[in-house]
């Protein structure tokens, strides 16, 4: 009974403490990742007050959250959406991968921290968090721009990436063979086609299973065959996350919008408790001798982040002011980031991998919103004044300051 009232007790005092840690942030007008983040050190190992009873139950809540995290998106996109996005802006999204990918990869062999590790961070600097880019689009009210659908494939090419990514990490985290590790990606590609065949070809009679008048009996209907196919993508060595997102895009019309308003409140609860745990599991010691190298990397991330927004919108006929909002919508980094370094970390990879990930994505999840903020202005105003007119004004005021 002791330990009940005292699990309660410390519950209370994280999800009490992240509602405040929320409020702040929506008045500060930032991300609330990198304050959960913060949280998470602040109790976690070599923290102020670590946690002692509900850490396993706040494991567990963090794993609902990836799955919760990568269902609503899936939610976002259909399976013909999907397929045309990618059609359309591949050479975008492979772009991306290069370049962003990078970056991690190499400061993880200069390090000297070998090739597993190497592929862990190549994955860790790609991925831009879908969830913090999201919010910032309706925020500044750039879901109507004309870069935003590029934007949105770009996230979607990222995620298909993921699902192959993953299963071929977990394949390299554990050690196995050449073959085994093969046949785990031939399962993710197996998995992957056939629920998008699924999704394509009988996705209204999942939706017929699913549809619900009631809201409390689709909520459950939805929840629970999320968690069905997680568990059955996880013991078919593909990422459960990976699982959920393809619930989602088997979803779609009305019902996936019925069923993101109802899951939304459950997401955004276990989505905090998941950034939390990575927080309670890094000791914020470990983070200060990385904290140089996460500032440069971030630095670099930001810029071939950039590049890649300026190339696909610019391929698709967008203006300087428009390339300009894809690549700074692009820099934020989150959820898959995190679940990445966190898969590293249990695996026993080099140990300051997830110290120098936690201080990588504390800066980008804080800096791309505010950058996005402070910019707008700018960007305003390169779109109302382009090139010519800009000099025209130049030399007016240049000439106007001679005559005097």
């Known amino acids: 009974m002791h330990e009940i ?55 567990t809540a963090s794993e609902i ?74 925020d500044l009210g750039w879901i109507g721009n004309r870069e935003t659908p590029v934007v949105l494939s770009l996230l979607v090419f990222e995620d298909l990436t993921m699902a192959l990514y993953l299963p071929i990490l977990t394949a390299i985290l554990a050690g196995v063979s050449f073959a085994t590790g093969a046949g785990t990606v031939a399962i993710a590609l197996g998995t992957v086609s056939v629920v998008l065949v699924v999704s394509l070809k009988f996705g209204n009679y999942i939706e017929a299973f699913v549809k619900s008048p009631n809201s409390e009996v689709l909520l459950l ?36 919008h019925e069923a993101q308003a109802l899951l939304a409140p459950l997401r955004d609860l276990f989505a905090a408790v998941f950034f939390v745990f990575f927080g309670l599991n890094t000791d914020p010691a470990t983070i200060l001798p990385v904290a140089g190298i996460a500032v440069l990397l971030a630095f670099v991330s930001i810029v071939t982040k950039l590049l890649t927004g300026n190339y696909a919108a610019k391929r698709a006929g967008i203006g300087r002011a428009g390339r300009a909002r894809a690549g700074i919508a692009l820099v934020p980094r989150g959820e898959f980031n995190i679940v990445i370094a966190g898969l590293a970390v249990a695996a026993g990879a080099h140990p300051d991998l997830g110290p120098l990930a936690a201080g990588y994505v504390l800066i980008l999840a804080a800096f791309g919103p505010l950058a996005a903020r402070m910019l707008q202005p700018l960007i305003t105003a390169l779109a109302d004044h382009p090139e010519e007119k800009l000099i025209a004004i130049f030399r007016m005021r240049r000439s106007s300051a001679q005559e005097r």
């Open 5 to 59: 009232a005292i699990l309660f007790l410390e519950l209370g005092a994280v999800i009490l403490g992240l509602g405040i840690l929320g409020s702040f942030a929506l008045r500060a007008g930032i991300s609330p990742i990198p304050l959960y983040l913060l949280a998470g050190l602040c109790f976690g190992h070599g923290g102020f007050v670590p946690l002692a009873t509900s850490e396993e139950f706040i494991h």
């Open 65 to 138: 959250g990836v799955i919760l995290l990568l269902l609503t998106l899936g939610l976002e996109y259909n399976a013909d959406e999907l397929l045309t996005s990618l059609k359309g802006n591949a050479r975008g999204g492979i772009v991306d991968l290069v370049l962003n990918a990078a970056p991690g990869a190499i400061v993880a062999l200069l390090l000297g921290w070998g090739w597993v590790a190497a592929v862990a961070m190549a994955g860790v600097t790609y991925a831009t968090s879908s969830g913090i880019t999201a919010k910032v689009l309706s």
């Open 221 to 256: 209907k939805v929840f629970g065959l999320t968690l069905l196919v997680a568990g059955i993508a996880q013991q078919l060595q593909v990422s459960a996350a990976v699982g959920a997102f393809l619930v989602g895009i088997a979803l779609s019309g009305e019902l996936a």
